[in-house]
DNA sequence: ATCGTCATTTGT
DNA sequence: CAAATGACGATC
């Protein structure tokens, strides 16, 4: 039975006894690249037949090829030596794709090297061949992975899978297109309002490594901002990449940069593209055909030639973050490319993450921020509303339980003609609660705003149910309409939040933006604009006001970066309002004493940083120290820990049940903390990546997942 | 997956 | 004491 099949080809025995088939070298022996078809031929048949393998010559110059093979064992994770074949020796260029027989398996693998010699005490094996010339992995690139490797203890196998796009043979044989030319020099007097800025862009323009830390006015055109920094690199013959969190945000920075530089100057890399278009495009950067790069995340890998600029937009989203081993943060890969290649680098946002700061601090980048009176130009006016708020006297806002002020402040836009942003929690994010007998909407006793479950626990327990406007806990509810205790989630979701809304504002029309659908932009007229966060859709002209009511929800959060998240959601709506001078508002439902609620009153992202930045120096937790979590079974967790040199600073928090439990109460899966002091973090990766090498070479059946700098830390 | 190495078992 | 078998680890 088994014997009726085929063995593949590769699969004929090797050196001997083939003497008695003299057809197995013949199908495969003709080579389209050999070209001179009677010559070709002639050779072959002057070798007598047996296997091809064994008369294979080690090519004229540079025979051995250095090759790093794409299989993810941290044991593994090393170039091996190969003989080049002298009928490859043209073919096999250094950075090409290859296949090679390793242990006993074709697998895919890049030839990064071609040397004389090779430090191989026994017999190396042949390429068995080269899947194309084309050089996707050069030295460049190559140590940009290996560092990203190196960096977080994984694997360079991991991280060429996230550098290098899939192969599509039919895009790759089109021909490369001209290189664009160089763009003019921009004019960059927008940036004149932040201190440092135009210095920050001189040192582009002459070639000189400088780092930044932006934080951009509200209202500011930031896409064109950023266009114009990547059109002051292009304009020196510099290439540029720059990297956004999503779709949304690299539609409007790729508009900005094609009017700068020029439409075929700059290419967009985005996930989703299909895999022709993919590499297509990706061709094009590593060819040098574009100058300029946006992107998300996996942009950050993106080979453009001679890079003088890296940037990244709004760090502090977490969809920078790559999911995927060994778990990349954009904004640490650029600053390791922008100083390996002693090039710029840029983090630009409304508000400034902890680790931003800590560049700051450090002296490692100069901050580019405007003074206070471009400030005082350019911020709304943001009013605090906390648990005590008059509830709208208008009939129809007391039914939406809207505070006064909030309606003030959208009645006022309205009549200026502007429409108003209502920043919500996400849905699904928090369920609205209701009646558990007769499904009545449960409402504050307080302030009749609606009752939802907040998540999270307190020692244990579950939070109890809270109003979404007040924040006030409800622990002892009673049905308004039948008397019952009972109470069951409901999802409210935008939709349903924007309806209620709707009925305080006749005649205003109402538009939602959200994960189902979300809105570019709405225009310069009066409508109510409910979206949850990172939806939020620019309006022509600006808002007239702003209402943040999902603060309780934000800042509640059981997380480490609630409160630094809270900010930059904030800010990120709030930077689509007008001016305090045209009238623009922000009303923001939390407590006025809350720091986080001073940042944005006073519209201060780097003094909110700075007090975050401290209370994690005194707590022990990134970016003050570095942190690296170990998840997998409690066995799996024990023997890595176990196994696990720690350096002299090093210290091991949990492992800590994570979640799921078996049928008899035992955690299924664990994490465990690693914290060792900042100039150690680079030991760490080295030794978690030894200790997961070992585990790998023990063939462990158990996955245990090793991430440094996770962001999720409680 | 496959191959080589080295230790152990088995057959004289 | 030599050949056969098996466990293990490296994998070029």
Redesign the pocket.
């Given at each position: 039975m088994s014997s009726s099949e085929p063995a593949p080809l590769w699969?004929l025995p090797?050196p001997s006894r083939s003497a008695s088939e003299p057809k197995a070298s013949s199908p495969r022996a003709g080579k389209p690249a050999a070209a001179k078809t009677s010559a070709g031929r002639a050779k072959a048949a002057a070798k007598k037949a047996p296997s091809r393998k064994g008369q294979q010559q080690p090519a004229p110059e540079l025979p051995v090829a250095k090759v790093v093979v794409d299989i993810p064992?941290a044991?593994?994770d090393r170039p091996?030596?190969?003989?080049v074949p002298d009928k490859l020796h043209e073919a096999a260029v250094p950075g090409c794709r290859v296949r090679?027989?390793?242990?006993?398996?074709l697998v895919d693998g890049y030839l990064v090297e071609r040397t004389d010699t090779?430090e191989?005490e026994?017999?190396?094996?042949y390429l068995e061949r080269v899947t194309s010339s084309e050089p996707v992995l050069p030295a460049s690139l190559h140590a940009v992975c290996r560092s990203v490797a190196d960096r977080y203890g994984g694997t360079l196998s991991d991280v060429l899978r996230l550098a290098l796009p899939p192969r599509h043979a039919k895009a790759e044989g089109e021909p490369a297109g001209e290189p664009a030319p160089e763009p003019d020099v921009p004019d960059v007097s927008a940036w004149t309002r932040y201190q440092r800025g135009p210095a920050f862009l001189d040192a582009v323009a002459d070639g000189k490594p400088a780092n930044a830390v932006w934080q951009a006015l509200p209202g500011e055109d930031w896409p064109r901002r950023l266009a114009e920094a990547a059109a002051v690199a292009a304009s020196c013959g510099r290439g540029a990449v720059l990297v956004v969190p999503d779709h949304r945000d690299l539609t409007r920075v790729h508009e900005a940069c094609a009017a700068m530089v020029g439409e075929d100057a700059v290419v967009a890399l985005i996930a989703g593209l299909g895999p022709a278009e993919r590499y297509r495009r990706w061709l094009a950067v590593l060819r040098g055909t574009v100058r300029v790069v946006v992107g998300t995340r996996a942009a950050m890998f993106a080979p453009v030639a001679d890079p003088g600029l890296f940037v990244v937009w709004d760090d502090g989203d977490d969809l920078h973050l790559d999911p995927h081993a060994p778990y990349p943060h954009v904004r640490d890969v650029l600053m390791d490319r922008a100083h390996a290649t002693k090039s710029s680098l840029l983090v630009g946002g409304f508000a400034r993450t902890a680790e931003a700061q800590l560049l700051v601090e450090s002296g490692w980048a100069q901050a580019v921020v405007a003074d206070r009176t471009e400030l005082r130009t350019a911020a709304p006016r943001v009013t605090p509303v906390g648990e005590d708020f008059d509830v709208a006297r208008d009939e129809a806002a007391r039914v939406a339980r809207l505070p006064a002020v909030a309606f003030e402040a959208a009645r006022q836009a309205f009549a200026a003609g502007l429409p108003a942003l209502v920043q919500v929690p996400r849905r699904g994010y928090v369920p609205g609660l209701a009646c558990g007998n007769c499904r009545t909407p449960a409402h504050c006793r307080r302030c009749a705003g609606p009752l939802a479950l907040p998540g999270g626990s307190v020692d244990g327990a579950p939070k109890p149910p809270a109003c979404r406007w007040c924040g006030v806990p409800e622990t002892a509810f009673r049905c308004q309409a039948c008397g019952s205790v009972r109470l069951r989630a409901v999802i409210v979701g935008a939709k349903r939040t924007a309806e209620e809304l709707g009925r305080a504002f006749p005649g205003v029309p109402v538009r939602t933006s959200g994960a189902a659908e979300v809105l570019a932009t709405v225009p310069g007229r009066p409508a109510l604009v409910v979206c949850t966060p990172g939806a939020e859709p620019v309006a022509e002209g600006g808002y007239g006001a702003a209402l943040l009511l999902d603060g309780w929800a934000l800042l509640g959060r059981q997380d480490l970066r609630a409160a630094e998240e809270t900010l930059r959601r904030w800010m990120a709506a709030g930077a689509l309002v007008r001016p305090a001078s045209s009238g623009g508002r922000i009303i923001v439902g939390a407590e006025a004493g809350l720091s986080v609620v001073q940042a944005l009153v006073r519209w201060d992202p780097a003094w909110h940083a700075g007090l975050e930045l401290g209370q994690r120096r005194e707590l022990g937790f990134p970016p003050a120290m570095r942190m690296a979590s170990v998840e997998g079974t409690p066995d799996a967790v024990a023997s890595v820990l176990d196994d696990l040199p720690l350096p002299d600073t090093g210290e091991i928090l949990g492992p800590v049940p994570l979640g799921d439990f078996d049928d008899a109460g035992n955690a299924s899966r664990e994490r465990a903390l690693v914290r060792v002091a900042r100039p150690e973090g680079k030991t760490l990766a080295a030794l978690l990546h030894d200790a997961a090498a070992r585990r790998d070479?023990?063939k462990a059946a158990e996955p245990v997942r090793i991430q440094l700098d996770p962001l999720e830390l409680i």
């Open positions: 699969d090797e064992l044991h593994l091996f030596d190969y003989q090679v027989r390793f242990a006993g398996q090779t191989y026994r017999k190396l094996a070479a023990r």
